[in-house]
């Protein structure tokens, strides 16, 4: 299965239309500079959607839920602002294996350390892990509701029973319905949080797009392919590790290795004759020069590492943190 129904990123807000701040200040005095959290479950559509805020595809996307296992920023500057989104992993309502804890911690910290924190949901329903994500947001934060994918809800009434529901659970500061797929709304919404962060000098340079490196994102996206390459045909425990990064103005030569949890796992990644790793390298490959603006030389390993999800020890040792 190939899942390319991912979102352009071609970027909602260019100006997110903070004109001077709260206090009429204007220049570096009313710069606006803050977090903002992008919480939910899994599969919503929250990377896709700081993609879209951001104008760029950073954070990798899948249709399989539980895509995103570590916190992002991205950040979106203006003369005027500097919002830094900050996506995170689906929060999961089953008390799951070490793996799920170390994700949940994650989004709940996330939360906490945010000036805003945006629930996103899906439009098509209210569910009993979405009600779960809105009680833990922490109290007293400014708070959104984020319905979205409304491109695939015909029923706006719905939409109305939904927010609802959402708001007996907690009061939320504003309910932006939105479309990450196609960017409708996504310029309001961007507006709202921008008005809501508070008078602060930037965090990050102008041309900064994210805190994480790049070899982090060549990790990431390598992953993401190979999400979207097996569709249901692997389990979570595969993750993505880079054991050589060399990096010069025009070049990128990376060896990374692919860690499936069995030896039965090994020729699925591999695919017959080695057709499906070749695909998932020369997607990402692809990916990685649009990224880094170079050439890049990837080469993939598959290697079992039995039990590395099994243990939140093991998982620190592999970047989760
Ligand atoms: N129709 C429609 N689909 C969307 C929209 N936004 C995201 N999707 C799709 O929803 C699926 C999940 O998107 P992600 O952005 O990976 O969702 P997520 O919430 O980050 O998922 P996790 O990282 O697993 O928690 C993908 O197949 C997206 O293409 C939207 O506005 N409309
Ligand atoms: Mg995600």
Redesign the pocket.
Known sequence: MN?T???PATGAGTDPGVSAGADGNTGDAGFRCGFVAII?R????????MNRLIGQKLSI????????RHRIAGVMTTDRVQAVFIDS??FQQRNGGPLNRVLNRTAQQVAQDADVVLL?IDAARWTAADAQAAALLPAGKTAMLVL??I??VPDKARLMRIVQQAQQVRAFDEVVPV????GKQVDLLMRLCAERLPLAPPMFGPDELTDRSERFLAAELIREKLFRQLGDELPYDCTVVIDQYEESPRLRRIHASILVDRDAQKPIVIGAGGERLKRIGTQAREDLERLTGSKVYLELFVKVRSGWADSEKSLRAYGYE
């Open positions: 899942d129904n991912d979102a939910g899994p599969n919503v559509g929250k990377s896709t959607l996307t899948s249709r399989r839920p539980q895509t995103t992993p689906g996103v979205n994918k491109d695939a479309s990450a797929r196609n």
